[in-house]
Each structure stands twice: as C-alpha cells, then as structure tokens.
C-alpha cells in the first residue's frame, strides 16, 4: 500500500471528524520517500519545514551537547515528526532526526499545514493536539529525570514503549536514559536475574 494511502487510512480512523475533503486538500502537496538507514531527515542548524508522517521504520532525535550526541526521542509507525520549535517557529533549530532501518515517509511543508488550519478548524483541532502532546512529552521527559533513577527511567520505558528494545541499539537507548552503555547493561543483567540495583 502506498504511503498516502497509510497517512489516509490513519485519519480517517483516528480521526473521524475529519471530511473527505478535508483529507483530500493535502494529496497534491505529499511527498513519499523511501530511507535508509542512517539517512537524516533534519539536521541541527536547519530550519524544520516539514512535518513528516512514519509510514514505516525508526527514528531518533538528537542533539550535541559537548560533543556528544544525545537522544531526545524515538518515533515509529504512525508517528509525525518534525522539530516542532523550529516548524512553528520557522528559526533555525538544535535537532537532527535520523532513520535508524530502513524507511518509508510522506512529508508535507509547514505552508500547507497553515493553509489548512486556515481552511479547517479541524486541521487547527489536530494541529493543536499535536502540540499539546509534544508539550506533553517534554514535560514527561523532564519528570523522570528529576524524579526518576536510571533504573526507574529503565522500567518506564519499557511498560510504554517495549517494542523499542528490538529496533534501537543499546548505546542510543542508553543516551535517551541518560547513563552509559554499560549502566544500561548491568541494569538488564541484574533486572535479568530478578535483582535491583
């Protein structure tokens, strides 16, 4: 099935408010690419001027901070990405996006995105959802680096995200938890063998 229709099938389902002309106004405007691994979407010092849909494949935000890269998100399947600072901003932004497999994506420009809201309040009701949950995402984040251990950010992610363990190399989830590889490999031994750190 193509990318397009994926997108489609998407809103239609998790969105049903949403009208068939409402859906349609953005088909001339998609673009549909084929990744590969490693391949970048976004890169630190660009402005974001996509907003892009994850038909399917992994990715993962990041920054350099002191040289070191540092993960911020992952997105999968049915996920829109973007530097959202940046998109709405339309300022030159901190984050790369980069595939981590091989990737099937359909991206649309911030231009069309503010015609629509133009257009419809419902693009501005998902529009707007789309940023509340960002917001939210961020909050979450920056909790459980206050108020969680390494080993309590461990479990976290795997109660929410269990699937991300089989497509992310340990040493990007490492940097997404905040530790050291090899932290995160004794936390997985000892976890392993029914102990606590």
Known sequence: ??????LKSWLE?????????????????LKERILDR?????RAGSCCRDLTFVVSGAFRMFLVSEGK??????????????????????D???????????????????????EAYERSKNWERIGRTMAER????????????????GMERYLSLMQDNPGIFERVPL????????????????IRQRLAKGGRL
């Open 38 to 42: 490693d391949e970048y979407v976004l």
């Open 13 to 29: 389902k998790n969105h049903p408010f949403l009208s068939g002309p409402e859906i349609e106004f953005f088909k001339p405007y």
């Open 134 to 149: 960002f917001a939210c995402m961020v909050s979450d984040r920056l909790e459980k680096f206050l108020f969680m251990d």
């Open 171 to 186: 040493y990007h989830l490492a940097s997404y938890l905040g530790m050291e590889r090899e932290t995160l490999s004794r």
């Open 1 to 6: 099935m193509s990318g397009i229709l994926v």
């Open 92 to 114: 030159p932004g901190r984050y790369s996006i980069q595939s981590l497999e091989q990737a099937h994506v359909v991206s649309f420009s911030s231009d069309v995105l503010a």
């Open 69 to 90: 890269e540092v993960n911020i998100h992952f997105f999968t399947e049915h996920d829109f990405m973007a530097d959202f600072g940046s998109l709405m901003s339309q």
